[in-house]
């Protein structure tokens, strides 16, 4: 796919990977839909990009939002949809029996509507757009990039329900290139690992520098700049289709 010209939208795209991927495709040459449960953060992220760049304010768990901002961004962009990219997503962290009892169930279901099935919803309503184009001398009409992570395998202690709905967009991508091969639209998985995003901001520094040296190489934290990369790459590359990559330095979580 050609991102020159084409037109984008990037769920959780106000912050982190979503807004680092957000900002390379602009430079790239793509127009780019930034939709985020932040609406004010997603406009402003936008009037920094300039006319390339549309914010909007969209719920991924909810259906009719998710719709309203897919036809938002091919009105305000122009042109028909041709990448959708899912980074919106939440953390939980609880043991399955911990010292007050079992885990609770309300966060549990949280975190799996907004990770799993807000992927979901962005995917199934970002490829009947996409579907709906013409394709390119190749028969492609477009790709979706979803988002994982590294505790999809290597889940740790009190990951349950991160591990669980992370694990569920990656027995997703498969079936769903599967479904959407006959449309000419490609899907694949990114799968992180300890990456330099709002989630581990607030940590102190030290625990951020500690959890950089686990990685074998390069003994850092990822930067988002390094997801964007490979989520262009992805929509670049015609022969990626149904994979889970995982962009990790070779990191294996332990237990704990």
Request: hydrophobic share 50%; charged share 20%.
């Amino acid at each position: 796919m050609r991102l020159d010209g084409a037109t984008a939208l990037v769920s959780g795209g106000a912050s982190g990977l979503g807004a680092a991927t957000a900002r390379l495709l602009v430079e790239r040459g793509a127009r780019v839909a930034i939709v985020d449960r932040d609406g004010a953060r997603a406009e402003a992220l936008a009037a920094e990009l300039g006319d390339a760049a549309l914010g909007l304010r969209a719920d991924v768990t909810s259906a009719e939002e998710v719709a309203a901002a897919v036809e938002q961004a091919m009105a305000g962009l122009g042109g028909p949809l041709r990448l959708a990219v899912s980074c919106a997503g939440i953390g939980w962290a609880e043991k399955v029996v911990g010292r007050d009892g079992p885990a609770q169930i309300a966060p549990f279901e949280t975190v799996v509507r907004v990770n799993l099935i807000g992927t979901f919803n962005v995917l199934r309503l970002g490829a009947a757009a996409i579907a709906a184009g013409e394709p390119d001398d190749g028969g492609e009409r477009g790709a979706v990039v979803m988002t994982a992570s590294i505790a999809a395998f290597d889940g740790q202690m009190g990951q349950t329900a991160y591990s669980a709905s992370k694990g569920g967009v990656v027995a997703l991508t498969l079936p769903a290139a599967r479904d959407l091969a006959r449309s000419g639209i490609r899907v694949c998985t990114i799968a992180p690992g300890t990456f330099d995003t709002p989630l581990l901001a607030a940590l102190p520094e030290p625990a951020r520098e500690a959890l950089g040296r686990q990685v074998p190489f390069p003994p850092r934290l990822g930067a988002p700049e390094e997801y964007a990369a490979l989520a262009c790459h992805i929509a670049e590359n015609e022969m990626l289709n149904g994979e889970t990559i995982r962009l990790d330095g070779a990191l294996r979580m332990p237990p704990r």
